[in-house]
């Protein structure tokens, strides 16, 4: 039998059984959203199919209704751990009234949420990075013990926002961690016209603390590099850049196509290290999961997403009159 390297950093068999279905249930819902997209039912998908395991190894290393995320919009993964549910993600697709992120006033991956510590995203990339700085800044002046969580793609490391952000929780030794998914596409531009140097984890040295680069495909692995820099944060040691090197197996967003920036070889070779497969052969190889135990769950993850696109696809739209609530103080 496979050595359970789970064990070795921590995780019991029920937590990496755990992580594997809400890698399977964000995998589904995010498959249901372009099918739902492309039936014209839904107007926009932003996908994280191929970033499942890096979202749920770094969420399972951080502290539920404690810690605060400040996640970009690819990081379903991230908030169904968090507490989010199928129908949550649904009723925001369908951008429904009851949408728990905004009402359905904003697109699909705009995740926000008091009752989840989620920071409310905008559609501007990067501008959670500072956002994420200033609740690190004032949970250390407040001395509370919470951990900041904040993700963006590799592209977003370019922008003057994360250099700001990134410097600032340097030289404050801020609580804050730097999750860079690098999915090798800034939408069609290619890492290597995106980077000067080897990686974005390079950066960090410039701004006083480590930037430590991971395998995204393996969620085991992402999590015991989060959990380092978690246990880092809390006892006043600062940041943590964690790039965590993947692939996006799908097009940018139900509006790309990416098939004129990058081959379809190329997608089908990403396709074989898909994270999903990956894990599943390995929690078969230690023996926590067969083929009748892995159809059962693959059942249960169907019907959540069959009972959420039903009750959201009947659920009411927001009422007109309120269009200009929230925007005039009202």
Not at 184 to 193: Q, R, T
Not at 195 to 211: K, T
Not at 256 to 271: I, L
Request: proline share 5%; net charge negative; with cysteine.
């Amino acid at each position: 039998m496979t050595t359970k390297r789970h064990e070795q950093v921590g995780l019991t068999d029920a937590q990496v059984l755990d992580m594997y279905y809400y890698m399977l249930l964000a995998r589904k819902i995010d498959e249901r959203q372009w099918l739902l997209n492309r039936a014209g039912k839904v107007p926009f998908v932003i996908s994280c199919q191929g970033q499942e395991a890096a979202q749920v190894g770094a969420a399972f290393a951080l502290q539920k209704g404690k810690d605060y995320l400040c996640p970009y919009y690819r990081d379903l993964g991230v908030v169904l751990v968090f507490g989010q549910t199928a129908r949550d993600c649904m009723l925001s697709a369908f951008a429904k009234a009851e949408d728990p992120n905004s009402g359905g006033r904003q697109m699909p991956g705009h995740f926000g949420g008091k009752k989840w510590n989620i920071l409310t995203g905008s559609s501007p990339v990067t501008t959670q990075v500072p956002h994420a700085v200033g609740i690190a800044l004032a949970g250390k002046m407040q001395k509370k013990d919470f951990v900041v969580y904040t993700s963006f793609g590799e592209g977003s490391s370019n922008q003057g926002d994360f250099h700001e952000g990134a410097n600032f929780a340097g030289v404050h030794k801020l609580p804050v961690i730097f999750f860079c998914e690098n999915n090798k596409y800034a939408i069609s531009v290619p890492l290597k016209k995106q980077l000067a140097c080897e990686s974005v984890a390079d950066r960090a040295i410039g701004y006083g603390f480590p930037g430590v680069s991971v395998d995204g495909n393996d969620p085991i692995e992402v999590y015991r590099v989060m959990k380092e820099a978690v246990e880092r944060a809390r006892s006043g040691g600062g940041p943590t850049l964690i790039e965590a090197v993947m692939y996006r197996l799908v097009p940018h967003s139900s509006d790309d196509d990416d098939r004129t920036y990058r081959t379809r070889e190329e997608v089908e070779e990403a396709k074989k290290k898909d994270p999903i497969l990956l894990f599943g052969q390995y929690l078969k190889e230690v023996g926590l999961m067969d083929e009748n135990k892995e159809q059962d769950l693959l059942a249960r993850v169907q019907m959540e997403v069959d009972e959420a696109t039903e009750y959201a696809e009947n659920a009411p739209y927001p009422a007109p009159e309120s269009t200009l609530t929230h925007v005039y103080g009202e």
